[in-house]
């Protein structure tokens, strides 16, 4: 059943992200074309080309995604941390078993702030969790990524529990909570901001009350409200926001969060 959940999420977001979406739009324009529906793909094209302006000059990602980034205070106050948990999604798979070394993406500071806390506190338990969360590609996972990376860092890696087996956030959850076992009071977890209510309400619903660290924020607080063209960047924002949104739904209906 976790096999179908996954294949199927992963299927539906190719779909469903926003770039898929204009993909589509400009499919159906064309096809019109094809069928010499002048009209309906002159009204297509209209539409999409006014979607795409308005998305491009206002910051409509970063009203999008915000919210969730603000769910959580960032730099929250730690005292007496017996542990700290980081979800793995950081790690760029691919490129960095071809260079033979760690290499990162977008959400690099789960891994840096993971450092730092390790280092700030040097009782605490550590744990990496995060296998691969490609359909296709199972092979490269990002615990290995992780443990090069902690060691060119200097952290022991005696400390370091790395779960590589999880493919999705509650995936994360359940085996790190199988790898912790009873002793799960104050322990932290680290994310992304915009990824965090998701992965607290995973934790909740597992019976585990951790205490959240969110990191790599993309947006500013308050939103700024400013014109300027980057349409690129609004995409990406929309797309991490309804992939939160949409995966925080199906996580509650199908009773794997809170």
Not at 11 to 38: D, E, H, N, Q, R
Not at 94 to 121: G, H, I, P
Not at 141 to 164: C, H, M, N
Request: with cysteine.
């Amino acid at each position: 059943m976790d096999d179908l959940f996954f294949t199927a999420s992963k299927i539906f977001w190719i779909l469903a992200s926003p770039y898929s979406v204009v993909c589509i739009w400009i499919g159906l324009v064309t096809l019109c074309l094809w069928l010499k529906k002048a009209l309906q793909a002159f009204v297509g094209l209209v539409c999409l080309l006014l979607t795409l302006f308005f998305v491009g000059l206002f910051p409509v990602g970063d009203w999008v995604l915000a919210p969730l980034e603000n769910t959580y205070p960032e730099n929250p106050p730690l005292d007496d941390v017996r542990g700290i948990i980081v979800l793995g999604g950081a790690e760029n798979l691919s490129v960095s078993a071809s260079r033979k070394q760690a290499v990162l993406n977008d959400a690099s500071e789960r891994l840096l702030s993971f450092v730092a806390l390790a280092r700030r506190f040097p009782d605490a338990q550590l744990v990496f969790t995060g296998g691969s969360g490609s359909l296709l590609r199972q092979e490269f996972k990002g615990a290995d990524v992780a443990r090069r990376l902690l060691i060119d860092q200097g952290i022991d890696i005696s400390r370091v529990e790395f779960e590589r087996e999880s493919r999705n956030t509650y995936e994360n959850a359940l085996l790190s909570q199988k790898i912790v076992g009873e002793d799960r009071e104050k322990w932290v977890i680290i994310t992304s901001s915009w990824h965090m209510p998701r992965a607290m309400r995973v934790f909740c619903k597992i019976g585990w009350e951790v205490m959240p660290y969110p990191v790599d924020f993309r947006t500013s607080s308050p939103v700024e409200f400013r014109l300027g063209w980057n349409i690129e960047r609004s995409l990406r924002l929309i797309s991490l926001g309804l992939k939160e949104r949409i995966g925080a739904m199906v996580y509650w209906l199908t009773d794997r969060a809170c």
